[in-house]
């Protein structure tokens, strides 16, 4: 935000707090990517790191809504102020979810290794990286539109989210194929199952921050909108 | 010059008075410039702004205050509803305005009279003569202030030796009594403290299920607590009036918005 509040302290307090919600939202953003690697690389040691941050994700989460919780308490936020501080509140219970899924997988991952599942059947491993590149993505481009409060970057996210969709579908088809040629597969083609819609989880808590930015800027709710409705309310 | 930002609600309550395109001078200095907005029945409408915005002027327009002091000058006009009355024109008397529509200040300020007398002080000025009128008044105005079982034993002591959240209830009961139509508060609560400052607060909320209100308060908090539409001011215009939930969510004009989220303008 361009201006300042007369109180330069509280000025500091929300940007302070912004600030923790973009930190929060890179580390778990590397979960994610870490999760996806050590799965496509059939990776324990990277799968137990996902494993590990995943508590200091946890603890930010409360860290944050500690803080919110004082601002609210000794600012009595108001309009923009008061939206922020809600859409942070969202934002770091999404972000919190996202870290979840990374390490579902990275479960899943530790599991497969320890069944003994390993490379030595062919899984379409790469496939799940392609849906994961685009969650990925999806969710800088929130984080960067939460960062620069940026409605057309926060629009494009929700157009985007179809894709990934998409992929998780075709990529459910794929595996049903598998399972029916080889049921020796049955078994890890339901964990990765579990790991598309888990990815696939990522690109909605995506699609929640950027709706959450919109509300900052313009005040409005677009949650359970047509695409039309979020067009005319950021216009 | 800029205009004036008015939301009205979707399903409009029933109107109990407007101001017309009203301007104030004081000598040659013009506090207020060409406002209008609707002050809805049994509504609390909260007037808002910085110091010299003009709230307080605003206020005063209603029951005629500014007469008192030479030089000033109103022009536009104030309804007074259903009857369509024009407050400020010169043939309405003052005094039966301030019957209509009465006053409760900042500061606590009871008569040195008995705390009967205060608010019996209306009807004796209407000439009120019947005694037993006047003791149903007294107390059921005592009662609408809630402040009838905390006096009612003591109706003949005098109004100052009460506390000052008491005193300012009495000066509500005192307002209360003619049976005004509109009651304006001028920072009725800012020389209490918070527990005196609830209790009116309170006290406003019930009110309006009888009255029409009309609020100046420097507490924003208070504003958005108590009030159902709130008026912006600014350098004697209204920037913006609307709803209290959308002022304090969503105002629609950056000037509201950087003032009531404690920015520079």
Redesign the interface.
Same mark, same amino acid.
Request: glycine share 6%; charged share 35%; no cysteine.
């Given at each position: 935000m361009s =201006?300042?509040? $007369?109180?330069t302290q509280?000025d500091a307090e929300l940007s302070a707090i912004s600030n923790r919600v973009l930190e929060m939202g890179g580390l778990v953003e590397s979960q994610v990517a870490q999760s996806v690697y050590a799965l496509s690389q059939f990776s324990g040691e990277t799968a137990t790191q996902v494993l590990q941050h995943e508590e200091r994700v946890n603890a930010m989460e409360v860290e944050i809504d500690a803080d919110l919780s004082a601002i609210i308490a000794r600012r009595?936020?108001?309009? #923009? =102020? $008061? #939206?922020l501080l809600i859409a942070v509140s969202k934002t770091i219970a999404n972000l919190e979810r996202v870290g979840d899924e990374a390490a579902r997988i990275a479960r899943t991952v530790q599991r497969l290794i320890n069944t003994g599942v390993s490379s030595r059947l062919r899984l379409p491993v790469a496939d799940l990286g392609f849906e994961a590149d685009l969650a990925i993505a999806q969710l800088r481009k929130a984080l960067d539109a939460f960062a620069r409060l940026d409605t057309a970057q926060a629009l494009q996210v929700l157009k985007n989210d179809d894709q990934i969709d998409q992929e998780f579908d075709g990529l459910l088809r794929k595996l049903i194929t598998y399972m029916m040629e080889d049921p020796r597969t049955i078994s890890s083609s339901i964990d990765l199952v579990f790991v598309a819609k888990a990815i696939e989880r990522v690109g909605d808590h995506a699609k929640n921050i950027s709706e959450a930015v919109i509300y900052i800027v313009k005040?409005a709710d677009v949650r359970h909108t047509s695409m039309s409705d979020v067009e005319d309310a950021i216009r | 010059m800029s205009t004036s930002t008015i939301t009205l609600p979707d399903h409009p309550p029933p109107l109990k008075a407007r101001s017309n395109n009203l301007d104030f001078y004081y000598g040659s200095f013009k506090a207020l410039k060409g406002v209008s907005m609707p002050i809805y029945e049994n509504k609390v409408t909260a007037l808002i702004g910085p110091s010299g915005c003009g709230k307080s002027t605003y206020l005063r327009c209603f029951n005629r205050m500014h007469d008192l002091y030479p030089g000033n000058r109103y022009d536009g006009e104030i309804q007074l509803l259903p009857d369509a009355v024009n407050v400020l024109a010169k043939d309405v008397d003052p005094i039966e305005v301030r019957m209509r529509i009465s006053m409760v200040f900042q500061k606590p300020n009871p008569f040195p009279k008995t705390i009967f007398e205060n608010v019996a002080y209306g009807l004796r000025v209407r000439n009120e003569k019947s005694r037993s009128y006047v003791e149903d008044k007294v107390e059921a105005a005592l009662k609408g202030a809630a402040l009838w079982g905390e006096v009612r034993d003591r109706l003949d002591e005098s109004g100052s030796n009460l506390s000052g959240g008491q005193q300012q209830r009495l000066c509500i009961a005192r307002a209360l009594a003619t049976d005004p139509e509109i009651i304006l508060f001028d920072e009725p609560t800012s020389a209490l403290d918070p527990i005196a400052t609830g209790s009116i607060e309170e006290l406003i909320g019930e009110l309006k299920h009888k009255v029409s209100i009309l609020i100046v308060t420097h507490n924003m908090q208070q504003a958005a607590r108590v009030s159902d539409h709130v008026a912006y001011m600014y350098l004697g215009e209204l920037i913006e009036y609307g709803a209290t939930r959308d002022i304090f969510m969503k105002p629609k004009r950056r000037e509201t918005e950087d003032y009531i989220t404690g920015r520079f303008g």
């Open positions: =201006d300042k509040h $007369l109180s509280f009595q936020p108001t309009a #923009r =102020d $008061l #939206r005040g | -």
